[in-house]
Structures are given as C-alpha cells and as structure tokens.
C-alpha cells in the first residue's frame, strides 16, 4: 500500500527567511504564535517580561523542532525598552518583517471597583504596549516593504463588551482603531496591518474564568460548542504573516467559534 500523501503548505504560505517578533510569546496565544511561525519557517524573537524560563522553553522548543528562535525580555509598557529589544532583534536576524502585538493583561472588575490606576495599567500594556512596538518596528517594517506585517491581538470583548471587562475592552476596541489607522499609513509602503479578535481560548488568562458552571453557561453562548485552542489563533496569525495575505489589510479576523457573527 502506497504511503498518504503529505499535505504540503503552498509557499505563498511559508515564512522562509522572515524575522518575527512575538511580544508575549512566553505563554498561552502567543508561545502557540511563535511556535507556529517557526514551523512556517520564520526566525522568530519570543518576547516575555517577567517569565524568562517560559520563553526559554519556547525557544527550546522551536530549536528542537529544526528553527530558529531567541529569547527577548522587555515590558512592552517601557518604550525605552522596547526601542533597545527591537534593535537587538534586528541585529542578532538581520531584520524584521512581521511584528505580532499580543502582549496582554486582563484586570477585570465591574465599574463602581475599577479604578483609573487599573485603566491606566491595562491601557500601558494592551494598547500604548501595541503603539509603541509598532513605533519602534516601523522603520525596519518599511525596508521590508511588501513582506512587511503588524498583527494585533484584539478580542471578542473589544467588538462586543462584556459586564466587568470595561478596562479591558476598551484597550481591545482602540487596538482595532490603531489597526485600521496604521493600516491606512502602511499601506503606501506594502505594509498590511491587522487584528485577530479571539473568542474564549484556553490559556493562563482564561483558566480561572471558565471553570465549573460558568464554562457550562460560556459553552452554550458559542454556536461551535467549545473553548478555543491557542493553536487555532496561531493558525489565523500565520495566514496573515504570509504572503498569501499581502492584499488584506485593516481587516478584523475573527477566531472566536461564532461568540459574536
Ligand atoms: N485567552 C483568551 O481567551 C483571549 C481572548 C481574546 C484575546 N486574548 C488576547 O490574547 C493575548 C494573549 O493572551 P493569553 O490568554 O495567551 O494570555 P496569558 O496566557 O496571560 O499570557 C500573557 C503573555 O503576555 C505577556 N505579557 C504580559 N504583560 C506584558 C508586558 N507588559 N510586556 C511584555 N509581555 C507581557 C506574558 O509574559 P510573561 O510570561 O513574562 O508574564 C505572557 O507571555 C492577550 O493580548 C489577550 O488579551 C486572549
């Protein structure tokens, strides 16, 4: 019997000789998004701030898996930081071409226990975090030209809102305004920017969420029935890096099992 034969991606789907900065690649989304872009081939910088043995792991990983991969401390709320993280990502690739904004933090309370500090802490990171990375990677992004990608991890909860996620939803919903406007500054260069709005996916932000009844009540709001996997998110991620994407731009990809149509 004849062997099946192997599903080969197209290599408008490949990210060969790709540089990629994942901010938040340690954990959860984001370690699924760097692993992921390795496997297409890309070289890929794993950004993290405080857990430097998990983005250690997942540089160890992608290497053991045949790519090629580095580990990139820096609080993407500190410009200075990120000025001097970008730059030695640049210096030890040659370059960079993709940049995913997926760093994040979730503080949830409903309004009358939010407070401003809170706002601001959710806003450093989530959305200034986003602009400021994207400010820094700009220049190399341009010489990159047509392979040039920003991918911004927004939400469900930025499209739609959710009782006791105000803080969070609000960062989520400008992150797709800055796609939307960046993609209109971008797009003169060859440069494409994008969101992916995921639905409820397992991971460290989730976990003590969708436990017990609530996961119960959670999977009967989702028309597929389940809690997504972070892979599936990567999935959308790596089709937008590639060139088989080069001609969508300002565009919000949902990954959410149909949470919100
Ligand atoms: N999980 C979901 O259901 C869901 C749904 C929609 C959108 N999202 C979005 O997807 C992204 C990833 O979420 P996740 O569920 O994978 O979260 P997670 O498991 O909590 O992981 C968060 C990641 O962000 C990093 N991070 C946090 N603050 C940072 C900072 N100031 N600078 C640099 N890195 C920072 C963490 O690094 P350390 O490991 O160093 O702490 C970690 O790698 C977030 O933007 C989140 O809002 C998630």
Request: aromatic fraction near 8%; charged fraction near 10%; charge should be positive.
């Given at each position: 019997m004849s062997e099946p034969a192997q599903h080969v991606l197209p290599p408008s789907w490949q990210l060969s000789e790709k540089v990629a900065v994942v901010t938040?690649?340690?954990?959860g989304i984001g370690r699924a998004i760097a692993t992921t872009l390795a496997a297409r081939g890309a070289k890929v910088a794993v950004n993290y701030t405080k857990n430097e043995a998990a983005a250690a792991a997942v540089v160890d990983a992608i290497k053991a898996a045949g790519g090629e991969a580095m580990a990139i401390g820096f609080d993407v709320a500190d410009p200075a930081a990120v000025d001097a993280g970008i730059k030695a990502v640049k210096e030890a690739f040659g370059g960079l071409h993709i940049l995913v904004n997926n760093a994040g933090i979730s503080i949830d309370a409903l309004l009358l226990r939010a407070s401003l500090d809170d706002l601001h802490k959710t806003l450093a990171i989530n959305l200034s975090g986003a602009f400021t990375c994207a400010k820094a990677a700009a220049r190399h992004l341009l010489r990159a030209r047509a392979d040039g990608r920003i991918i911004n991890i927004s939400s469900v909860v930025g499209e739609q809102g959710n009782a006791g996620q105000s803080m969070y939803a609000a960062s989520k919903a400008g992150l797709i305004g800055l796609t939307k406007s960046l993609a209109r500054e971008l797009a003169g260069r060859g440069v494409t920017v994008n969101a992916v709005t995921p639905g409820f996916i397992e991971t460290d932000m989730t976990a003590a969420a969708i436990q017990g009844d609530a996961r119960e009540a959670l999977l009967k709001s989702i028309p597929l029935g389940r809690i997504g996997a972070p892979e599936e998110v990567a999935e959308a991620v790596a089709f937008l890096a590639?060139?088989?994407?080069?001609?969508?731009?300002?565009h919000v990809l949902r990954v959410n099992g149909g949470l919100n149509i």
């Open positions: 938040g690649g340690s954990r590639s060139p088989a994407a080069a001609y969508i731009t300002g």
